[in-house]
């Protein structure tokens, strides 16, 4: 059974940082793209990362480009999303999937953002 687990979402200030990590069983995960997705309030699915099978190939949309680093260990069966510099604007639940497009998605972890 394929499981996606998020954590490391909280509530921070503009300017802070969090890591999100996502802990992933039942498929061969170092034979796995991987992506983090984030919906905020009212709005529908946003990609933000992907993370090619190495690590080394990453993507990142414009909105969080120079500010997120995503990143896995393969033997951990673990990614990680490392967030700095936050804005109010990245409030969002973040889900780790196996698609772009976010199917297949853990239950995400919320991200707040504010003063």
């Known amino acids: 059974q394929v499981q996606l687990v998020e954590s490391g979402g909280g509530l921070v200030q503009p300017g802070g940082s969090l890591r999100l990590s996502c802990s992933a069983s039942g498929f061969i995960f170092r034979n796995s793209w991987m992506y983090w997705v984030r919906q905020a309030p009212g709005k529908g699915l946003e990609w933000v990362s992907s993370i090619g099978l190495g690590g080394t190939l990453t993507s990142y949309s414009d909105s969080v480009k120079g500010r997120f680093t995503i990143s896995r260990d393969n033997a951990k069966n673990t990614m990680y999303l490392q967030m700095n510099n936050l804005k109010p604007e990245s409030t969002a639940v973040y889900f780790c999937?196996?698609?772009?497009?976010?199917?297949?998605r853990g239950q995400g972890t919320q991200v707040t953002v504010s003063s």
């Open positions: 999937a196996r698609a772009k497009a976010g199917a297949g």
